[in-house]
């Protein structure tokens, strides 16, 4: 069963940091490339950072890049994600989800955790 729950949410001013964790169990999490992702009402899901199942290679997108870090402790089976330099366009929900493959922008499992809300105030 794929379990993925998300936590460090919360409100944040321009320019703030926040640290999300992704705890996940562990077929979810073995051998997999990870990836955030964020969501807006109203608007589709997208793709916020990715890291390898090792922990040595990580990518962006172009929106975070140079102020979000991602990374992962494969002995508690927990992702995060370091954002610092927070704007207000940052406000979201965040989710977990493996990655299909490395280099990918879309979640392997259907069912996705509850996620954690990020909110930027200016």
């Known amino acids: 069963q794929v379990q993925l729950v998300e936590s460090g949410g919360g409100l944040v001013q321009v320019g703030g940091s926040l640290r999300l964790s992704c705890a996940a169990s562990?077929?979810?999490?073995?051998?997999?490339?990870m990836g955030w992702f964020r969501q807006v009402p109203g608007k589709e899901r997208e793709f916020v950072a990715g890291?390898?199942?090792?922990?040595?290679?990580?990518y962006y997108a172009d929106s975070v890049k140079g102020r979000f870090t991602i990374s992962r402790d494969s002995a508690k089976s927990t992702v995060y994600l370091h954002m610092n330099t927070l704007k207000p366009e940052d406000t979201a929900v965040y989710y977990c989800?493996?990655?299909?493959?490395?280099?990918?922008?879309?979640?392997?499992?259907?069912?996705w955790g509850q996620g954690t809300q990020v909110t930027v105030s200016s």
């Open positions: 890291i390898s199942w090792s922990g040595d290679y990580t």
């Open positions: 989800n493996a990655l299909s493959e490395y280099g990918g922008r879309v979640g392997l499992y259907v069912d």
């Open positions: 562990g077929r979810t999490f073995t051998w997999k490339p």
